[in-house]
T-cell receptor, first 112, second 114 residues
Framework: GNSVTQMEGPVTLSEEAFLTINCTYT??????LFWYVQYPGEGLQLLLKATKADDKGSNKGFEATYRKETTSFHLEKGSVQVSDSAVYFC???????????FGKGNQVVVIP | NAGVTQTPKFQVLKTGQSMTLQCAQD?????MYWYRQDPGMGLRLIYYSASEGTTDKGEVPNGYNVSRLNKREFSLRLESAAPSQTSVYFC?????????????FGSGTRLTVV
């Protein structure tokens, strides 16, 4: 079946540090891939997406590249801010399948 | 730009009580979903509605029922609340039930069952 795996555990880093959150997936065919962000007390918001291999999604300084050869969609940001503190979810959706499959999420805490 | 609206935002129930969580979207989306979010469990799909007039079970449907009242509204009902249903509930909608489309989420209902 379709599944998404995110790295275990929260991520704590200092302001202006480089952020990477790993995401790998299992799916048949060519799924679309997404990153969602959840700020404290709020619902999930779409951060970026990529719909085919080698596509790069980007938004608010975050980037992720759809790597079919490694079945990965790692999220990166070059210089994080305190306001980036949130939970980040990786997700996939297969063509013709109307349900997103979510990873368990990663808490990111940015310290001033 | 209302998007997906959920009511209520907070609720405390006693064990055995019933309640309905309301969800409405104003984006003319076809598909709607109910998730629950628990610490360490991520998001789990309770029920979904691919289009008006249809509903299907997700991963954790036991103890819940849903109604797709019309294209805009999708409600979740707890007939006899249990402490295990203490959670944050999110409603979401999607324009189309195919690959490239993501979801738009509501801001959630925080439910405590005592």
């Amino acid at each position: 079946g379709n599944s998404v795996t995110q790295m275990e555990g929260p991520v704590t880093l200092s302001e202006e540090a480089f952020l990477t959150i790993n995401c790998t997936y299992t799916a048949t065919g060519y799924p679309s891939l997404f990153w969602y962000v959840q700020y404290p007390g709020e619902g999930l918001q779409l951060l970026l997406k990529a719909t085919k291999a080698d596509d790069k999604g980007s938004n608010k300084g975050f980037e992720a590249t759809y790597r079919k050869e490694t079945t990965s969609f790692h999220l990166e940001k070059g210089s994080v801010q305190v306001s980036d503190s949130a939970v980040y979810f990786c997700a996939l959706r297969r063509e013709g399948n109307n349900r997103l499959a979510f990873g368990k999420g990663n808490q990111v805490v940015v310290i001033p | 730009n209302a998007g997906v609206t959920q009511t209520p935002k907070f609720q405390v129930l006693k064990t055995g009580q019933s309640m309905t969580l309301q969800c409405a979207q104003d984006m003319n989306h076809n598909s709607m979903y109910w998730y629950r979010q628990d610490p360490g469990m991520g998001l789990r799909l309770i029920y979904y509605s691919a289009s008006e007039g249809t509903t299907d079970k997700g991963e954790v449907p036991n103890g819940y029922n849903v109604s797709r009242l019309n294209k805009r509204e999708f409600s979740l009902r707890l007939e006899s609340a249990a402490p295990s249903q203490t959670s944050v509930y999110f409603c979401a909608s999607s324009e189309a039930d195919r690959g490239g489309y993501g979801y738009t989420f509501g801001s959630g209902t925080r439910l405590t069952v005592v």
